[in-house]
């Protein structure tokens, strides 16, 4: 019995596996079928190549007159679907910075719930300890000024 065999229960009749053989050759067969479609497409476009293509794109130009002429505004298919696209695209921007900013929120509160400080935090101490050095360099310059000049104390 290999691993992806059901195991046979002891009170399992063959009446019982029957509605799930049947279902599983049913989809064997449609998945077979979907695969032949497929292959079908596939050669039927390899065979009729770009006569396919450019009768294609005639349908196209077809579909984009008759909707200029049935739309009230003169507003072609494809200016509806850009339009469609770009007003999309603003909603996707919109998600997208609210969802950057919603993390960005997060990850700040747990860093301040573990005591780590923000970059805010780091600019004042780093200001502080410039303010610092600059008074240590004030105070030591005096002090070998005045080792240098004993006198004048």
Do not use: C
């Not at 019995?1 to 049947?22: C, F, G, K, L, W």
């Not at 050759?25 to 009729?48: C, D, F, P």
């Not at 009230?72 to 996707?92: H, I, K, P, W, Y």
């Amino acid at each position: 019995m290999s691993v992806y065999e059901p195991r046979p229960e002891e009170n399992d009749t063959p009446e019982q596996h029957e509605p799930a053989e049947r279902l599983t050759r049913r989809v064997t067969e449609s998945a077979q079928q979907i695969w032949l479609a497929g292959l079908g497409a596939l050669s039927r476009a390899q065979n009729e190549g770009k006569s396919l293509f450019d009768s294609l794109v005639k349908e196209g130009e077809s579909m984009e007159e008759r909707s200029r002429q049935q739309s009230d505004r003169g507003e072609t298919l494809r200016d509806s679907v850009e339009t469609t696209l770009n007003q999309a695209r603003e909603r996707a921007a919109g998600t997208w910075d609210r969802v950057e900013r919603s993390f960005e929120d997060r990850v700040q509160r747990v860093l301040r719930r573990m005591d780590i400080p923000s970059r805010s935090d780091i600019e004042t101490l780093n200001d502080r300890l410039d303010a610092l050095n600059r008074r240590l360099t004030r105070a030591e310059s005096q002090s070998s000024r005045s080792e240098a000049d004993p006198e004048s104390h």
